[in-house]
């Protein structure tokens, strides 16, 4: 009878191919749950920054029509309370500040989120209060102070070089950058700051009439600018070679 001649080595080498399988296969679901844990990690934290932007959102919103919502209210840009500064020196120019026309006395609200060292909230001011209040409250930030100055590893940018400039000769910077207010909540981990903008001093570019000002009367122009026949894009630097406004009008029909 015969018998089949084998290596020594070879049950050797067929246990260590068997343990490299092994150690392969671990290895590769390691590295399978680590990139799955991580790409679960970042969709909740993707998540809990929507939330958060929902929640800065809405306060914002809430803030605004606390502030500016009832009637006899005034809004205006930051630059104009400091009117001893430049363009290079003032203060949060981009800041909307809201004034009652009833109680004149009243120091303005202004929209933003707040100081990072104070808890949430405390920069609405209340306007529905019948009193004259000479000063603000304890904690509450106006454009103007400099005694609180935050860390520029507590700031976001809300206002980018993407939408705005910084100061130019006599064009204060738009910029906006605020501190990150820890939401209230001790359970909910995550912070939130907004800016409210007064879209009421933006120029329009759509106000442009064409026509001949035939009519010299100031109530007369102002009519025909409410129905524009042209936007006015070409008011804007580096516009001005697209199509003439002229040829955008629309013909006037004979019937």
Known sequence: MKHSKRSPG???????????????LLVTLSAFMTVESRAVMNQQLATRAKLNA????RLALAHLQQEAGPDRRSTARADITQSA??????????????????????PPAWLISGRADQPAGTQSLSLYQT????DYHAGYWAP???????GADTMVNLVGTGSAAAAEGNRPSGLVALP??????ERIKGNYAYWVGDEGIKARINLRDIRPQTDTHASDQ?????SPLTPGYDLIKGLEALTAPEQLVLHQINL
């Open 10 to 24: 070879f049950s050797l080498i067929l246990s260590l191919t068997v343990m490299a399988g092994i150690v392969m």
């Open 85 to 106: 500064a430049t363009a290079s020196t003032v203060r949060n120019p981009m800041w909307t500040g809201i004034w009652r026309t009833d109680l004149p006395d009243l």
């Open 222 to 226: 102002m009519i025909s600018l409410r």
């Open 144 to 150: 103007w102070q400099t005694g609180y100055n935050p």
């Open 131 to 134: 009193g004259a209040a000479p």
């Open 54 to 57: 929902i929640v800065s959102m």
């Open 180 to 185: 990150k207010v820890a939401l209230p909540d």
